[in-house]
């Protein structure tokens, strides 16, 4: 058989390059597109992503403005004001806005505990009347935990400027260098309840049961009586028992310390006012509150950013100095319900905390 003539040949292999050619013209195509529509959907949902977060800002300027028309209306702060209120379920283009205004002083701040020293540390220990250490450890009998001092003295530790152990057994930066990976004591204020769990005595599900009643603001704070769960309210001092703890939480809000001392002393029938200032401090209380937080929940299709807030009031000008973005999708937040989240909102009534 004679083979093809040569322009036939010719013409074949023209044509199987232009096949190669297409397909490969096809494939480039096939790639760009596919790219494309990745770049498409990254910038949609980036564009989503902003919009969940400029609606969660939204929520913190209307706080911001809640706090600031509170101050103005008021000197005091309870669960029975405009932000103690849960914010209803918005509905927004696209979605739904929900969240609540906190008052982080109705729990027990753990920096209370960084000025102790060790002669600081055992008069309150030798005293009668009541210190920010015996809150502490008193709360944590409350909720069945571990009370040793074991467990505040490695928080003031942890937290305070110097080297030197508050009481032998605690730690301090020779400890933890032994630890891997070494590290040293922070030798600061706590910023946030989580480090707490890093810290010898803590376990994770110790700092979870804590979470409702304890919080890491910077420098002391008192307990705001009026907005405080009953827990806390027992761990205070041991004037306050069951019976005097509910007594509070029904005949609450006080317009003053004065009138929480005074209605504290007829209902114990027998110490004064007077008496009670010294059993418990004055210091460690307060019926007005400077430290507020706001969580706040966008949830846009298939996407949920929730925020967390801090704010600080002076007066009537309320400022943020912490925010915190989670970003979780929808499906995710759906089959999570019973998880416990720090961006969550802890509802505490009277009743709910009541023994």
Known sequence: MKPPPSGIRQRGFALLAVLVLAGICLLMIGQISYRHQLDKSAQSRSLLQDQTILLALSAESWARQML??????????????????????????????SGCIRDMQSKFNLNNLQAYTTDTWNDELASLFSSDLDAFLNLLAV????????????????????????????SEDPDYMLESPARLAANRVLTNIDELAGLPTFSDLDVLQLYPYITALPGATGVNVNTAPAEVLTALSSV???????????????????????????????????????????????????????????????????????????????????????????????????LVSSFDCYNFSPDENAF
């Open 143 to 170: 909720l069945e935990q571990d009370s040793s001092e074991l467990r505040a003295a490695v928080i003031v530790d942890w937290t305070d400027a110097n080297s030197d152990l508050i009481i032998p057994g605690s």
């Open 68 to 97: 600031r028309e509170d101050a103005e209306d008021n000197q005091t702060d309870s669960l029975e004001d405009d932000w103690a209120q849960a914010i209803p379920v918005l509905p927004v283009e696209g979605g739904l806005l």
């Open 240 to 338: 306050m028992d069951r019976f005097l703890v509910e007594a509070v939480l029904e005949e609450r809000p006080f317009g003053s310390l004065d009138d929480f001392y005074a209605f504290v002393s007829d209902s114990t029938g027998y110490m004064s006012p007077s008496e009670l200032r010294e059993q418990l401090p004055a210091r460690m209380l307060t019926v007005s509150s400077q430290y507020f937080e706001l969580l706040a929940t966008v949830s846009l299709l298939d996407q949920e950013v929730r925020m967390r807030s801090l704010m600080q009031r002076n007066g009537a000008v309320a400022t943020v100095f912490m925010r915190e973005f989670q970003s979780v999708p929808l499906v995710l937040s759906e089959n999570a319900q019973g």
